[in-house]
């Protein structure tokens, strides 16, 4: 994660949009907003899935627009 936050001089700001739990599954909405190093704009929207057990986090998946992390994190360098 480190390396990727350097990428942003003025950093990432992360906002949660929304987020629904029901049994042991938290569901979280999410978009990210920030200027890369590069000049463009990264905002993108996420999906983040926890599966919690015994108080702590036993699942993370994350979904994500990967074409545009593309064209930001990776022809942006």
């Known amino acids: ?8 001089p003025d950093g990432l700001s992360f906002r949660i949009k929304a987020m629904t739990a029901e ?6 909405e999410a978009e990210s907003y920030g200027r890369h190093r590069s000049g463009k704009i990264y905002n993108n929207h996420y999906h983040f899935l926890m599966v919690i057990r015994d108080g702590r986090v036993a699942e993370f998946k994350e979904y994500l627009d990967t ?3 593309n064209e ?4 942006g360098r």
Do not use: N, Y
């Not at 930001?72 to 022809?75: A, I, S, T």
């Open 1 to 8: 994660m480190d390396a990727i936050l350097g990428l942003f």
């Open 23 to 28: 049994g042991d599954r938290v569901a979280i």
């Open 67 to 69: 074409m545009h992390a």
């Open 72 to 75: 930001v994190l990776v022809q």
